[in-house]
């Protein structure tokens, strides 16, 4: 890539001179989440730039939705964001039902947020424990990964795959709650609650953890907002917003569950720990709307009758639905027949790793692999 | 304030800016001169009673038959709650518009985008380069008209069918 316009001299005080590196990291390396490449300017151990190059994993998911038609798109969407596939179900569920006016059984809404609810825990213990392990704590990955594999098996159990779950349908879901699921949802549950204190015992305050993250790569609210930043990396600035509760969809305004934000407790706010502090947060407030799913779901169908070759009328749609990685717009424009005309996905890790070369300048080359892991990017959904 | 509300605001403003107004769409959405882009949303980010602090998602869509590509951002005020989608076409043979960089930060990597897979130039862009496609890269990929290339740097892009 063209680094034209980055270069800068280095003039030392005593006369000496000294050369800035351009350092390459990626697009294989076990920090990175995925492949992806940054150039790195570096003077020393402090950086001037971090330019991601992106695109290694670039699917043209967009150009397939125009070619496989409105159902037949819904396997792609698992792999927009792979690590919480079942957000991306639901967005672009949403999306073509916002098109074509098509309403959702009631129990249908509730497998859903079930399911979307307990991927997200999935996300967020994938993101903390690959956060750690970053940054050089290798046991609580696996403690993490060790839940992980738990909610995977409940995800197995609904729809079959544990990781592209394929699981939602245009109009519902495709296949209900097998029986005994609450049961089952609500003993993991009960087992996992105590283990979020656990987390914060053993990671969260530990004292080399938190100097690593402390006062690292602060964003203030307003420059978050602008460059678009979402879900937990724009809450971690202290900014209390979440689609879920604020643009309500779906059946979360009838739920009742708190927005936790960042407050600067050790550090700067809007710094890397505050970004990671609310995902272990969110972990608790997911459980606390599964339980409440699972007490009040009604019987009924759990998917509405919907035309095989889907013909929304012409016009376009737009909805955000907030996953893992925070607000994703799914927007798709229908020209009347049965494929997609054009379908566009912004993510949340889009955004993020937009904002990492103005955030890299100036910071120590460690902290470009805290900085990347507590802004949780996933490269694929980068790319898509 | 609601799109009728927010687009009257705009009309008392940039009145000569806008050419069309459909609020009975999903989402009700402004057409622009897509030479006014950068005042039009200078407006709406700056002005306090609108306050678009956020630009949620910019597409561009090819629209080969009415032959313009359609450049569609969908805006979200934080401070408000409202939302509103402004849409400019281009020419296709010429896709051209100022950027709206300067309003927004997120625009930088969203417009890459577009100009990567539609080809539309965003004048006065402080970056613009591909962002998801290689550099040297014939054509953009998201156009209606676009035919793959046989191969790439000596790899073949065909594949025989699996469904033979």
């Known amino acids: ?384 | 304030m609601s799109p009728t509300e927010i687009h009257q605001r705009l009309q008392d403003q940039h009145g000569d800016a806008i050419t069309a107004f459909e609020a009975d769409a999903l989402d009700p959405f402004v057409l622009i001169k897509s030479d006014s882009i950068v005042e039009v949303c200078r407006f709406l980010h700056d002005d306090p009673d609108l306050a678009f602090d956020c630009l949620t998602n910019m597409s561009g869509v090819d629209f080969l038959k009415e032959d313009y590509i359609q450049v569609v951002l969908h805006l979200y005020s934080y401070t408000h709650r409202h939302a509103i989608v402004v849409k400019a076409n281009v020419s296709r043979e010429e896709p051209s518009m100022p950027s709206v960089e300067a309003v927004w930060k997120a625009a930088n990597w969203l417009e890459r985008e577009i100009y990567d897979l539609l080809g539309v130039v965003f004048t006065g862009h402080s970056d613009l380069r591909r962002l998801l496609m290689p550099e040297d890269w014939v054509g953009h990929p998201l156009r209606k008209d676009f035919v793959e290339p046989e191969e790439y740097h000596g790899i073949s892009t065909r594949r025989e069918s699996l469904l033979k």
């Open chain 1, 1 to 384: 890539m063209s680094l034209a316009g980055y270069e800068f001299e280095v003039q030392r005080d005593d006369g000496l001179a000294t050369e800035e590196m351009t350092l390459n990291m990626g697009p294989q390396h076990p920090s990175t989440h995925g492949v992806l490449r940054f150039v790195v300017k570096a003077d020393g151990e402090i950086m001037r730039t971090a330019l991601p190059d992106i695109g290694y994993l670039h699917r043209s998911i967009e150009k397939i939705s125009e070619k496989v038609g409105y159902h037949g798109f819904m396997p792609y969407t698992d792999r927009v964001d792979y690590v919480s596939a079942m957000q991306c179900n639901q967005g672009w569920a949403m999306v073509c039902e916002r098109a074509a006016g098509i309403e959702v059984p009631r129990r249908g809404e509730f497998c859903r947020i079930i399911a979307c609810e307990l991927g997200r825990i999935a996300s967020h213990l994938l993101s903390v424990g690959t956060m750690v392990m970053d940054i050089g704590g290798m046991t609580p990955f696996t403690h993490a990964i060790r839940e992980r594999e738990k909610v995977n098996n409940l995800l197995e159990d609904l729809c079959g795959a544990r990781l592209t779950f394929n699981y939602m349908r245009i109009g519902g879901v495709a296949w209900d709650l097998p029986p005994g699921y609450a049961e089952q949802v609500t003993a993991f549950l009960d087992q996992f609650e105590p283990l979020i204190a656990e987390y914060n015992d053993l990671i969260s305050y530990n004292k080399i953890y938190v100097e690593r993250l402390a006062n690292v790569a602060a964003v203030s609210k307003e420059e978050a907002i602008n460059y678009n930043l979402v879900g937990p990396n724009l809450r971690g600035c202290g900014f209390q917003y979440d689609v879920r509760r604020d643009e309500p969809y779906s059946i979360y305004p009838e739920l009742d569950f708190d927005v936790p934000v960042g407050t600067g407790e050790v550090g700067t706010l809007g710094d890397c720990f505050d970004r990671y502090i609310v995902r272990i947060k969110e972990l608790k407030e997911s459980c606390k709307i599964v339980r409440q799913c699972l007490d009040m779901i009604p019987d009924g169908p759990v998917l509405a009758r919907v035309a095989k070759k889907l013909k929304p009328p012409v016009g376009d749609a737009h909805v955000r639905v907030e996953a893992s990685r925070g607000d994703m717009g799914w927007y798709v424009v229908s020209d009347g027949s049965e494929f997609p005309y054009r379908t566009k996905i912004r993510t949340g890790s889009f955004s993020a790793m937009s904002i990492v070369d103005k955030l890299s300048r100036g910071i120590m080359i460690a902290d470009l692999i805290a900085l990347i892991a507590s802004l949780d990017v996933v490269a694929p959904e980068v790319d898509r």
